[in-house]
């Protein structure tokens, strides 16, 4: 049965739609419509006065869905919105193939009344230090974490919580709320940075650690990303992975996104918490605790570490390709 189903946009709900369809944009002779996008199962026609036009077989489930995107109401009166919102999962899925996937982003659709947002969040460290790991952590977070997360006090991103705090906070975190990890020691690090820039490793373990969690949360929870570089260089540079069969696709891009979202803060606190536990590790390995970042101290400490146990330990405890490290093994 073919249904038809339209409603108003303002202007920054159609630059919205527009931006997460913009792979399927099609233009159209009439002159009245801005643009048309081709479902598999329906067509959407935005027009220039801002009516959106869905029509096919499929037309409640891409309105319930849009709707999400845009953050507006759905109909709660109407028994059939309501299964069919339950069954989005099936019919709009989030994880496409590496052959078939779309580089589509959201927008920053949430503000700073929304914080405090149950959303998926994933942030990164240990890129400015020379020693240490590179790890990604993805939080999920729902309403229930929050408020318990609140009752522990404030809690920001790490660059603005003292080591001593985060070594505190974080292990009470880890065990209240739903989380992924990806690490990347030194030894694979400088193996991987060979053959790829430090932005693809980023993408790769992101990617892996959002689907990971994504698996372990409820539908359609809105998934954001502490930006690090234009989300179509981030697809781009999950396009070639031999050993990955899945890309997802449905993230918000947002630059400082730990300051913006909660779920990222407290995914840049495990990881910070994680990063410190590793430093601490490779500091034994050596019989000196390691400097952190990549300023004069750490020069000076290389060439303490070199004097003590040769050039061939560095592989093993520092990113190899910082300039700290490349002066030194020249």
Do not use: W
């Not at 801005?34 to 006065?49: C, M, P």
């Not at 109909?75 to 590496?98: R, W, Y």
């Not at 779920?263 to 034994?284: D, E, G, M, N, P």
């Amino acid at each position: 049965m073919m249904l038809n189903y339209s409603f108003k946009l303002n202007n920054n709900q159609v630059a919205t739609i527009k931006k997460f369809y913009y792979k399927q944009l099609k233009l159209s002779p009439n002159k009245t419509v801005a643009f048309v996008i081709d479902e598999s199962l329906a067509k959407i026609t935005v027009y220039n006065n801002g009516t959106l036009l869905v029509q096919g077989k499929n037309t409640l489930s891409i309105v319930a869905f849009i709707k999400k995107i845009l953050q507006m109401k759905t109909v709660s009166d109407n028994s059939e919105t309501k299964e069919v919102s339950h069954s989005l999962v099936k019919q709009v899925p989030t994880l496409k193939t590496k052959s078939n996937a779309r580089t589509n982003s959201f927008l920053p659709l949430y503000n700073k009344k929304t914080y405090y947002l149950p959303s998926i969040g994933s942030d990164e460290v240990g890129t400015g230090d020379v020693f240490g790991p590179v790890i990604v952590c993805c939080v999920y977070l729902t309403a229930k974490n929050i408020v318990f997360l609140q009752k522990l006090g404030t809690i920001a991103e790490s660059k603005k919580i003292s080591d001593e705090k985060i070594m505190q906070l974080a292990p009470l975190i880890m065990k209240e709320v739903i989380y992924s990890v990806k690490i990347m020691m030194p030894l694979e690090y400088n193996q991987t940075i060979k053959q790829c820039n430090l932005n693809k490793i980023k993408a790769l373990m992101h990617n892996e650690a959002i689907k990971q969690t994504v698996l372990k949360a409820s539908p359609n929870v809105p998934v954001i990303l502490d930006q690090f570089c234009f989300p179509k260089n981030y697809f781009n540079y999950l396009q070639d992975q031999k050993a990955q069969n899945e890309i997802y696709t449905k993230i918000i891009f947002e630059t400082k996104a730990d300051s913006s979202y909660f779920s990222v803060a407290v995914a840049s606190v495990i990881a910070r918490y994680l990063f410190l536990t590793q430093i601490a590790k490779l500091s034994k390995q050596i019989n000196s605790k390691l400097q952190l970042g990549a300023g004069k101290l750490v020069d000076l400490q290389i060439d303490l570490i070199v004097k003590q146990h040769g050039l061939e330990i560095l592989p093993q405890i520092a990113k190899c390709n910082f300039k700290n490290i490349v002066r030194k093994m020249e």
